[in-house]
């Protein structure tokens, strides 16, 4: 505990040492964290070593070292291993969480293995195209964001640790919700985009013009495109991971699309008078309605912005709804004023 009451990760234990794991590791040893750290497979102890990190050859020995929060930055499909080893000895004092980016399906993993009791969910908003502690980076995290993810039994002692981390360990911003709130708005956000630009390369790679549209290719369709270059076992088990989500966001956006299409078509048709003055209102609309989202990406392509800051005072027992309401209007904590007071900036409000 520091002098305000609040709690401190100053040990910090990482299960997987990929580009997210190992840039984290990193960042926080840049940082002054103690982190321990495990990988599946050796290779990267010895870059890992020499940049501060302390290497154990099993996840077990993770507990060992006694971590006040022990972060998993396994594959999603590794967690239900992991959880089982650790359950019988991660010390109850130790608060675990983890960087997936489905919050849904960990939390299911974590009650299954015993220890909902000292979770509290996270995903860094952090990433790119490469893979493996080798394109590791602590800039990684440069003005990251985290969702960090709480349900009605989250110990706030343990979410104010977790907070800490972030905040002051990482020097990142972060937002509160619950998990489905956090799950539709990553499908949305990152796993739906993934599809949508693996669906455009796609397109390319299969139409018989294909060398002269790639040597035409410029900035939109790099922009469009880069995350398709992601390795696509990686982006298959995110997409997979969740489904419900990403299916919902497809078939709406697909209507769209589909709506756009009977538009043009209209509109390029031989129709005439009120007929084809209707679909060009319609195509304006189209491309009308992300206007807010357009002023908001200038405001922020605008030069030296000054964020506003607002103090956020929560209720003990309410703490949960509080923060997300926060959330909601575009607040992101950057810092822990007290137990229960943090300071945000007004960030991504439309």
Not at 274 to 292: K, Y
Request: some cysteine; charged content about 25%; glycine content about 8%.
């Amino acid at each position: 505990m520091n002098n305000e009451g609040l709690p401190n990760a100053d040990t910090i234990a990482i299960a997987g040492l990929g580009l997210i794991g190992g840039s984290l590791a990193r960042r926080l040893v840049a940082n002054g964290r103690r982190v321990v750290a495990w990988n599946h497979r050796p290779h990267p102890y010895e870059q890992a070593r020499a940049a501060g990190i302390e290497c154990v050859g099993s996840i077990e020995d993770l507990a060992l070292a006694k971590p006040d929060v022990l972060v998993l930055c396994t594959p999603l499909k590794a967690m239900p291993q992991a959880l089982a080893r650790l359950a019988p000895v991660l010390d109850p004092h130790a608060t675990l969480t983890d960087v997936g980016s489905v919050k849904g399906q960990v939390r299911d993993e974590v009650r299954a293995a015993g220890l909902e009791d000292r979770y509290v969910g996270a995903h860094p908003m952090a990433g790119s195209e490469f893979s493996g502690y080798g394109a590791s980076s602590p800039e990684l995290y440069d003005d990251a964001l985290w969702a960090v993810t709480v349900d009605d039994d989250t110990d706030y002692d343990r979410f104010l640790l977790v907070a800490d981390m972030i905040c002051t360990g990482v020097g990142n911003r972060i937002i509160v919700l619950d998990d489905d709130t956090h799950d539709c708005a990553a499908a949305m956000i990152s796993h739906m985009p993934h599809v949508v630009a693996t669906a455009l390369a796609n397109e390319l790679t299969d139409m018989p013009e294909r060398n002269i549209a790639q040597a035409l290719a410029a900035g939109c369709w790099r922009d469009m495109t880069r995350v398709a270059l992601t390795d696509p076992d990686r982006t298959r088990a995110m997409v997979e991971e969740d489904a419900t989500n990403v299916a919902e966001l497809l078939r709406h956006m697909s209507g769209r699309l589909a709506d756009m299409a009977d538009l043009l078509e209209s509109e390029s048709s031989d129709a005439r008078g009120e007929a084809a003055e209707s679909a060009r209102d319609s195509i304006r609309a189209f491309f009308a309605v992300a206007q807010p989202y357009r002023e908001f990406k200038a405001w922020q392509r605008s030069g030296d912005i000054d964020y506003d800051e607002v103090s956020l005072s929560i209720d003990g027992g309410e703490w949960q709804s509080d923060l997300l309401e926060s959330a909601k209007r575009g607040e992101h904590i950057i810092r822990l004023a007290g137990r229960e007071s943090f300071v945000a900036q007004v960030r991504t409000a439309l």
